[in-house]
């Protein structure tokens, strides 16, 4: 059996005594501060810190990581969502920055939840949940609370590329109703955040018993709705508000229809031919 990896408390233990007195510093902040360190950039530590980018990043590989990404990817496996800039601005860190700091931070806060996807996805999951899609009789994509934007978008988006989907954003009768229909030749897309609202991971947890394959979109590998799909895409929603940024969900969602479009044929681009028509004829847009 394999030996599970040393924690960060290990590595530093074990270098600490070979650590200059500024690294050691760094390093026990990295040991006190965890969640922190997990969703906290190199350079906006190092501010923080008083301390070169540099220091940090060769610290990052001092204790056996590849580099400081590398290390905040191993933190984050044990959070399921922080909010770093919450957290300051209950400090007060944050409450008396110019506005272009806060541009400046939201859009950083989004890039880096955009690098983790793109650093974390499973290209053989990823590619995998397409086939489902594609061969799916029926996907039935439910989600509420502050899901119930993705899950609209996506179901839709589905249906005008010749994919049969029903969405469901309210929770109650009609999911219940909606999941007992369902089939092993359909499937079941759940998205769920943050809070996790009961219902969606209930409906999840009925699919398996009745054998219906499924997926979820969550933000943490270690979200509760995680295990209960057999396929899990994971995109991170922090943000320097208080609510979740789906940036990173919506850009997930956006690979998966081109991915799906890229191997679905003819039948995507007749679909949308058709639709367009139909739109064209009934007057319902102001540019066709």
Do not use: W
């Amino acid at each position: 059996m394999m030996e599970p990896a040393p924690s960060l408390v290990d590595r530093i233990s074990e270098r600490f005594g070979e650590m200059t007195p500024k690294q050691q510093r760094v390093s026990r902040y990295f040991a006190d501060h965890p969640a922190e360190v997990a969703f906290t950039s190199a350079n906006e530590l190092a501010k923080r810190l008083e301390v070169d980018p540099a220091t940090v990043v060769r610290l990052s590989r001092i204790l056996g990581y590849q580099g400081y990404p590398d290390l905040q990817r191993h933190l984050r496996a044990h959070f399921p969502h922080h909010y770093p800039a919450l957290t300051r601005q209950a400090g007060g860190a944050i409450a008396h920055e110019t506005m272009p700091d806060v541009l400046r931070q939201t859009f950083v806060q989004d890039a880096e939840n955009l690098r983790f996807v793109s650093e974390q996805i499973d290209v053989q999951v990823f590619d995998q949940i397409v086939d489902r899609l594609l061969n799916a009789e029926r996907i039935l994509v439910f989600g509420s609370g502050v899901a119930t934007g993705v899950v609209s978008f996506l179901a839709s988006s589905f249906r005008t590329i010749g994919l049969v989907a029903t969405q469901v954003t309210e929770s109650g009768l009609t999911l219940v109703q909606e999941t007992e229909l369902l089939t092993d030749r359909d499937l079941a897309f759940g998205v769920a955040f943050y809070r996790y609202v009961r219902e969606t991971l209930t409906a999840l947890d009925r699919t398996r018993e009745l054998g219906v394959p499924s997926v979820v979109l969550t933000d943490s590998p270690v979200s509760p709705a995680a295990p209960l799909a057999n396929y899990a895409l994971v995109a991170p929603v922090e943000s320097l508000t208080h609510r979740i940024s789906l940036v990173a969900p919506m850009a997930m969602v956006n690979a998966l229809l081109a991915a799906c479009v890229a191997r679905g044929g003819a039948r995507p681009t007749e679909m949308l031919e058709r639709i367009r028509e139909q739109y064209r004829k009934a007057g319902l847009l102001i540019y066709e």
